[in-house]
Every structure is written in structure tokens, then in C-alpha cells.
């Protein structure tokens, strides 16, 4: 009897080590949600950070792939006080001269369709800090183009 209880408490420490393991290595199922379609899919294939109401294309996230200014700081846009309870899906494109001196000059190239969307995005750009491009050991002026895409439901 006592062969037999040693035995299923092997065998059920043995099944809840396989589960455990079974559940830490299978990969999470991760669907998109109705309603998150792209507005516009030709720069999806871009580097995307999500946020909730709030997405930015284009922002290079690698240092060692380092084509433009690498980011260190990026504080994210919010949707205006003035337009709190609106549904908005409203983009706007700007490009960021970064200096060898890692100074910020925002150039807004196509602006939101809402003026207050176009300023929350020209400030929060404006307070955004690089490490500048590098030619080698030398830092150089460098630019990047970015997309803010503001949506809420």
C-alpha cells in the first residue's frame, strides 16, 4: 500500500512539472483585435511602437542598425483635454533634424487634420532626445521621419 501511494505522488509531481513546463514553452496566441486594421498598411512593414490611443512609425529601435539619430528619450503625445470623447483616427508626419549636437529641430510635414493633435504632437516631438548619427567615431547631423497615428473608439 504504502509502494502504491509513493507511486502517485511521483506520478502527480511528475504530471504537474510536464504541465508547468508545457504552459511556460507553448507561445501565447496573439489575435488582433476587431477594429485594429491598419489605416494605413504601405508603413506597417516599418518598426511600430503601439500604445493605446497612440502609435509612432518609423522610430528605428535597434542602436546597432544605426541609419539615423538613435532615441533615448521619447515622451509619447496625448489626445487633448478639447477632444476627450471624440473618436479620432488622425495622423500626422513630421521629421526631426537631430544636430552632431543632439539638438532637435521638428519640421512637420503633413500636419493632423485637428490643429490641437498637430500642436500635442509638435510639442511632445520637441522634448524627445537622440545620441546624434554616427560616420564611424564622428558623430554628423543626421534626420528621421516619424508618424504619429492618434486613434481612439
Do not use: Y
Not at 5 to 27: D, K, M
Not at 94 to 123: D, I, N, Q, Y
Request: aromatic share 4%; charged share 25%; hydrophobic share 40%.
Amino acid at each position: 500500500m504504502n509502494i502504491l501511494v509513493e507511486t502517485l505522488r511521483f506520478i502527480g509531481r511528475q504530471s504537474v512539472q510536464a504541465c508547468v513546463l508545457g504552459l511556460l514553452l507553448s507561445p501565447a496566441a496573439a489575435f488582433a483585435a476587431v477594429g485594429d486594421e491598419a489605416t494605413h498598411e504601405g508603413d506597417h512593414q516599418e518598426d511600430v511602437l503601439e500604445l493605446p490611443e497612440v502609435h509612432v512609425h518609423g522610430l528605428p529601435l535597434n542602436k546597432d542598425r544605426q541609419l539615423g539619430p538613435v532615441a533615448k528619450s521619447t515622451p509619447w503625445p496625448g489626445i487633448p483635454a478639447s477632444l476627450n470623447g471624440q473618436e479620432i483616427d488622425d495622423w500626422m508626419k513630421a521629421r526631426l533634424l537631430v544636430s552632431k549636437h543632439a539638438k532637435v529641430t521638428v519640421v512637420v510635414l503633413e500636419p493632423c487634420k485637428h490643429r490641437e493633435l498637430t500642436a500635442a504632437g509638435v510639442h511632445a516631438l520637441g522634448r524627445w532626445t537622440f545620441d546624434p548619427q554616427m560616420n564611424g567615431d564622428d558623430p554628423v547631423d543626421g534626420e528621421l521621419t516619424v508618424r504619429i497615428h492618434f486613434r481612439t473608439r
